[in-house]
């Protein structure tokens, strides 16, 4: 949905800060469970550039959408706070 011109609007239209920062979670969740060998730095860098290259794809005029680099922030930084959690809870375990 990201890419699309005319995305669906989500029940109780949430903020896109909120949008970015759910989904996100969600794909830091779902990798860490996925790929639990994996290093923090390596699936924090990857979805920060997933992230990143959503944005400069919303940037093309054709798709008529908006590139925000807050949008990004948004997505690593939900990633950053999952993949702490999950650090922490391993390492509880």
């Known amino acids: ?9 989500l029940p109780g239209h949430p903020n896109d800060k909120l949008e ?5 979670a969600t794909l ?21 550039l997933f992230g990143a290259l959503i ?3 919303q940037a093309i005029p054709a798709l008529h959408r908006d590139s925000d680099p807050l949008d990004w922030l948004a997505d690593t930084a939900a990633v950053v706070v999952v993949l702490l959690i999950v650090r922490w809870r391993r390492a509880r375990d």
Not at 1 to 9: C, T, V
Not at 30 to 44: D, H, T
């Open 28 to 48: 830091a969740l779902l990798g860490s469970f996925a790929y639990p060998r994996a290093l923090f730095v390596r699936l924090l860098v990857g979805l920060s």
């Open 20 to 24: 970015h920062i759910v989904a996100f």
């Open 55 to 57: 944005e400069v794809v």
């Open 1 to 9: 949905m990201a890419i699309l011109p005319h995305p669906p609007e």
